[in-house]
């Protein structure tokens, strides 16, 4: 009986560690998600004079946010 509860929670223990991985990218692409709505957030904060002189527009900001946080297209 002591095998058959050994053999049970080591299959769960490898079943936990292969989720980990799965779980470390959920959790980077949800901090990346964050990441890009605060950004588009305090973009839209700026007035349009400053804007303008960052070079950006109202209607790029999402662009903008966009290759700030996951990088160039």
């Known amino acids: 009986m002591?095998?058959?509860?050994?053999?049970?929670?080591?299959?769960?223990a490898h079943g936990v560690a292969s989720f980990a991985p799965q779980l470390a990218a959920l959790a980077e692409r949800f901090g990346k998600w964050r990441l890009y709505h605060r950004t588009i957030s305090e973009l839209s904060d700026i007035s349009?004079?400053?804007?303008?002189?960052?070079?950006?527009?109202?209607?790029?900001?999402?662009?903008?946010?966009?290759?700030?946080v996951y990088g160039t297209r």
């Open 2 to 12: 002591a095998f058959a509860d050994t053999a049970k929670s080591s299959r769960v």
């Open 48 to 68: 349009p004079r400053d804007l303008a002189e960052l070079g950006l527009s109202r209607s790029n900001l999402r662009a903008a946010a966009y290759e700030a």
